[in-house]
């Protein structure tokens, strides 16, 4: 019988050496997750435990579990999902957005999720069916912002209306809710969330000007910049 392939450097079996691996990116993922979500918090777009936080590492979703305060969550509350939804990893139950998170992981290519409570943008969820074109940096979200309409939340139905205001975009928001946007990674999750916060602050701010209606971009004007920012920053 042919002997197992061994790893040139400790002698482990391939197998072996691959597991171990595997569960080196699920702590440093994990690890990630958590202090993605420690910054939800610190940064105001979230209160106590009102937002979620996910990342996908292969066909394993870890997720931030449901009422535990970030501040709180150690390397061994690891909670974490297979893409049906099952639980794989940890005790602690999984946020009730879970059918949110899901959703985008298997219609997209997403590999991160941030959903948040964001006043400024909340607000606005309340007032419009589309972010007014008031900043160029819709671009960098795919574009116009929709506002999916309201759903009980963790429900199939709030997923199913998250998925259709996404089309195309990388962002959205939930009427009468808050925000969700997913990236390749939890920073560029993270980081168009806070854009698509700022730019519904900018939107607030100026409407709130009486007898002043702000000046908003064409959507030509908006995929010219869209085109510019596809080459910002370093190469």
Same mark, same amino acid.
């Given at each position: 019988? *042919?002997?197992?392939? &061994?790893?040139?450097?400790?002698?482990? @079996?391939?197998?072996?050496?691959?597991?171990?691996?595997?569960?080196?990116?699920?702590?440093?993922?994990?690890?990630?997750?958590?202090? /993605?979500?420690?910054?939800?918090v610190c940064d105001g777009l979230v209160v106590g435990t009102s937002g979620n936080v996910s990342v996908r590492v292969g066909d394993t979703v870890l997720v931030t579990p449901t009422g535990v305060p970030y501040d709180r969550l150690r390397p061994e509350d690891v909670c974490g999902v297979s893409l049906d939804g099952r639980q794989v990893l940890g005790s602690?139950?999984?946020?009730?957005? %879970? +059918?949110?998170?899901? *959703?985008?992981?298997? !219609?997209?290519?997403?590999?991160?999720?941030?959903?948040?409570?964001?006043?400024?943008?909340?607000?606005? !969820?309340?007032?419009?069916?589309? =972010?007014?074109?008031?900043?160029?940096?819709?671009?960098?979200?795919?574009?116009?912002? #929709?506002?999916? +309409?309201?759903? /009980?939340?963790?429900?199939?139905? %709030?997923?199913?209306?998250?998925?259709?205001?996404? #089309? @195309?975009?990388?962002? $959205?928001?939930?009427?009468?809710?808050?925000?969700?946007?997913?990236?390749? /990674?939890?920073?560029? *999750?993270?980081?168009?969330?806070?854009?698509?916060?700022?730019? $519904?602050?900018?939107?607030?701010?100026?409407?709130?000007? +009486?007898?002043?209606? +702000?000046?908003? =971009?064409?959507?030509?004007?908006?995929?010219?910049?869209?085109? &510019? %920012?596809?080459?910002?920053?370093?190469?």
């Amino acid at each position: 019988m *042919a002997e197992q392939r &061994r790893d040139a450097g400790d002698g482990r @079996d391939a197998g072996e050496t691959g597991a171990l691996r595997a569960g080196e990116a699920l702590e440093r993922a994990w690890s990630e997750l958590v202090a /993605t979500a420690r910054r939800t918090v610190c940064d105001g777009l979230v209160v106590g435990t009102s937002g979620n936080v996910s990342v996908r590492v292969g066909d394993t979703v870890l997720v931030t579990p449901t009422g535990v305060p970030y501040d709180r969550l150690r390397p061994e509350d690891v909670c974490g999902v297979s893409l049906d939804g099952r639980q794989v990893l940890g005790s602690l139950v999984p946020t009730s957005e %879970l +059918p949110m998170h899901l *959703a985008v992981y298997r !219609s997209t290519d997403a590999r991160a999720v941030v959903h948040t409570h964001a006043v400024h943008a909340t607000a606005v !969820s309340t007032l419009v069916t589309e =972010l007014p074109l008031v900043h160029y940096m819709s671009a960098a979200l795919g574009g116009p912002v #929709r506002v999916a +309409p309201y759903a /009980t939340y963790g429900t199939e139905k %709030l997923a199913e209306n998250m998925l259709r205001a996404l #089309r @195309d975009r990388t962002a $959205c928001l939930l009427q009468n809710h808050g925000t969700l946007a997913h990236g390749a /990674t939890l920073d560029q *999750a993270y980081d168009r969330t806070a854009q698509l916060e700022w730019m $519904c602050r900018v939107w607030l701010t100026a409407s709130s000007v +009486p007898g002043l209606t +702000p000046t908003l =971009l064409t959507g030509d004007q908006v995929a010219q910049a869209g085109e &510019r %920012l596809k080459g910002y920053g370093q190469p």
